[in-house]
């Protein structure tokens, strides 16, 4: 476990995030809402790691990190004009869109849906893991499926243990509750996940 400066991480350590998550392997980072567990989305052998370090199903789909709205056009086949709007008022930060994945983003992602969630973390740490990567990242929760999400890298190795290569502890997480989920590909939206963003929030968002 490595302990990172949150608000100025060690670029050096980054760059060694970036090369395991690079070559196939599994890093846990922070984000403002909870531990994540990462790994390249361009490789179906480092998602079956991270399936299987969570015991997550292969029928669900895993989110993906971005860097913000300008990521958007390269993972989704078609971003509707809301949810430019809503990454504008809400990135970076924690809310999960999920909308038509683009032919590039593999099965083993979207598992079968045809839809990837994105969301662009408020976080440094793990926002320079992903630019240091240099490749799309799939992050989830840091924890077994079906239990709590870890706040802590502490919490986070007390679930995963040796399943991952590298854990960067930047202390509790500043939200402690998982982002709001949204799928905009239905008409209406539909809320998948109430998180820290509130149905009000998002309703005085789409007026």
Same mark, same amino acid.
């Given at each position: 476990?490595?302990?990172?400066?949150?608000?100025?991480?060690?670029?050096?350590?980054?760059?060694?995030?970036?090369?395991?998550?690079?070559?196939?392997?599994?890093?846990?980072? %922070?984000?403002?809402?909870?531990?994540?567990?990462?790994?390249?989305?361009?490789? &179906?052998?480092?998602? &079956?790691?991270?399936?299987?370090?969570? &015991?997550?199903?292969? /029928?669900?789909?895993?989110p993906v990190m971005v860097s913000g709205?300008?990521?958007?056009?390269?993972?989704?086949?078609?971003? %509707? @004009?809301?949810?430019?709007?809503?990454?504008?008022?809400?990135?970076?930060?924690?809310?999960?869109?999920?909308l038509v994945a683009a032919s590039g983003?593999?099965?083993?992602?979207?598992?079968?849906?045809?839809?990837?969630?994105?969301?662009? @973390?408020?976080?440094?740490?793990?926002?320079?893991?992903?630019?240091?990567?240099?490749?799309?990242?799939?992050?989830?929760?840091?924890?077994?499926?079906?239990?709590?999400?870890? /706040?802590?890298?502490?919490?986070?190795?007390?679930?995963?243990?040796?399943?991952?290569?590298?854990?960067?502890?930047?202390?509790?997480?500043?939200?402690?509750?998982?982002?709001?989920?949204?799928?905009?590909? /239905?008409? @209406? @939206?539909?809320?998948?996940?109430?998180?820290?963003?509130?149905?009000?929030?998002?309703?005085?968002? /789409?007026?």
């Open positions: 476990m490595v302990t990172v400066d949150p608000a100025s991480p060690d670029e050096s350590v980054l760059r060694e995030a970036g090369r395991i998550l690079a070559g196939g392997g599994l890093v846990v980072i %922070p984000t403002e809402t909870v531990y994540g567990i990462a790994a390249s989305a361009l490789s &179906s052998s480092a998602v &079956s790691r991270l399936r299987a370090a969570k &015991s997550r199903p292969e /029928t669900k789909p895993l709205a300008s990521d958007m056009d390269a993972l989704a086949a078609a971003v %509707p @004009p809301l949810a430019r709007e809503l990454a504008r008022r809400f990135w970076p930060g924690p809310l999960t869109l999920v983003v593999g099965e083993f992602v979207h598992a079968g849906t045809g839809k990837v969630g994105l969301r662009a @973390p408020n976080d440094r740490v793990a926002q320079g893991v992903l630019a240091e990567a240099g490749v799309a990242l799939v992050l989830t929760s840091a924890n077994r499926s079906g239990a709590a999400p870890a /706040t802590t890298a502490q919490e986070a190795f007390e679930a995963l243990g040796d399943r991952v290569d590298l854990y960067l502890d930047a202390g509790p997480c500043a939200l402690g509750e998982p982002s709001t989920v949204l799928d905009l590909t /239905t008409i @209406p @939206p539909t809320v998948l996940r109430a998180g820290a963003i509130s149905a009000d929030d998002l309703r005085a968002a /789409t007026i």
